[in-house]
């Protein structure tokens, strides 16, 4: 499987990860020179440009998109339209056109669009889907999710104040796919109308709560940007409460940050009296080792992907479901514009709504 990268910081990191585990990275790109001369020491195989459009003319299988958050939409569908499997990672869309040419490309493509949400498959996260596919939760009733970095104001102001960094782009609504991508995982629900809020006035551009009614009738609580007390579980924090339980994400650190709490009254529990237990997740193996905990959803999500390539498995998070994650952000932007005010989510094709 013949692999090129785009964007070489994080990607650098991605790609490093894919040949771990048994991808070939064969070509990368990134403008920055500091950056290539690094990936030339770290990935000596592998052939070294500086624009996206240059790979287009290589032999490749796939393409690992790690480049800016907001410029992913265009090198998708030039990709696809190659019948080159994509990666992407952070927003599939910033526009609800961006998102609708993206879905059309990925049904027309003979490749595939996978979105690099490895948030999905974090060790707290899947014990979490588990419990909600098992029932015990219930049906889900309030979903929260948490993707924070406890940073300092002269840190915070270095990336949101800098227009010349995507961070200085984007709106503060934007980042939110490390927290709508599971809460559609677990509730199997589409986004329905979102309602946004800033956390501190004056300091607007910080962080978010957002609000957002699914198809299921379940209501989700997300919050992200820059907040002090970020979980130490790669800085997300995730709750479920069902009509039959809670079960949320223990605060903690260490191996006790990715532990999850269940909590079931006596009245819901089959012998009468109330649970309230930690369960921890199991260790993920790769070639025999433990991999880092931090890790673990990253190296999930590309064996997740190298299997859609190789084996015709499906995406992990597929198109739709990584467009509808980038629009809340889109739509919680507009309602920030509003004075907070609801927005519905518009239309996309090939998802439904109860």
């Known amino acids: 499987m013949r692999v090129g990268v785009v964007g070489l910081r994080m990607g650098l990191h991605l790609a490093g990860w894919c040949r ?34 240059e790979l287009l003319e290589r032999r490749l299988d796939a393409v690992v ?35 609708l040419a993206l879905i059309e490309a990925a049904d027309r493509s003979t490749a595939t669009y996978s979105f690099a949400e490895n948030y999905v498959v ?33 840190q915070v102001h270095a990336l949101t104040g800098d227009p010349a960094h995507w961070r200085g782009r984007i709106a503060p609504t934007a980042y939110c796919t490390h927290t709508l991508s599971p809460v559609l995982a677990l509730t199997d629900a589409w986004p329905v109308e979102v309602s946004a809020f800033v956390v501190d006035e004056e300091h607007a551009r910080g962080a978010v709560v957002m609000t957002t009614r699914l198809s299921s009738g379940a209501l989700a609580v997300t919050r992200h940007g820059f907040l002090q007390g970020e979980p130490d579980s790669h800085w997300s924090w995730v709750s479920v409460r069902g009509t039959r339980g809670l079960a949320e994400s223990v605060r903690a650190g260490g191996e006790r940050a990715w532990a999850v709490r269940f909590r079931t009254e006596a009245w819901a529990a089959p012998d009468g009296g109330t649970r309230d237990e930690e369960r921890l997740p199991d260790r993920l193996l790769l070639d025999g080792e433990a991999v880092e905990r931090r890790v673990e959803g990253t190296v999930r999500m590309l064996q997740a ?11 992990l998070v597929p198109v739709r479901a990584a467009v509808a994650a980038s629009l809340v952000g889109v739509v919680g932007a507009e309602s920030l514009a509003k004075g907070s005010r609801p927005v519905r989510l518009p239309g996309l094709p090939g998802i439904g709504r109860s």
């Open 65 to 99: 998109l790690a480049h800016d958050f907001d410029q992913h939409a265009a090198p998708a569908i030039a990709f696809l339209e190659r019948g080159v499997h994509v990666l992407s990672e952070s927003a599939a869309c910033v526009s609800h056109a961006e998102g």
């Open 305 to 315: 992907f190298r299997a859609t390539v190789e084996e015709g498995r499906p995406p």
């Open 20 to 53: 771990r585990v048994g991808m070939d990275v064969v070509a990368v790109c990134d403008r920055d020179p500091g950056r290539r001369a690094a990936a030339r020491e770290e990935l000596p195989d592998a052939v070294v440009l500086e624009e996206w459009p």
């Open 122 to 154: 974090h060790p707290h996260v899947r014990l979490l889907r588990q419990a909600v596919a098992a029932g015990e939760l219930g049906r889900v009733s309030l979903i929260e999710a948490d993707y924070l970095h406890g940073m300092s104001p002269q």
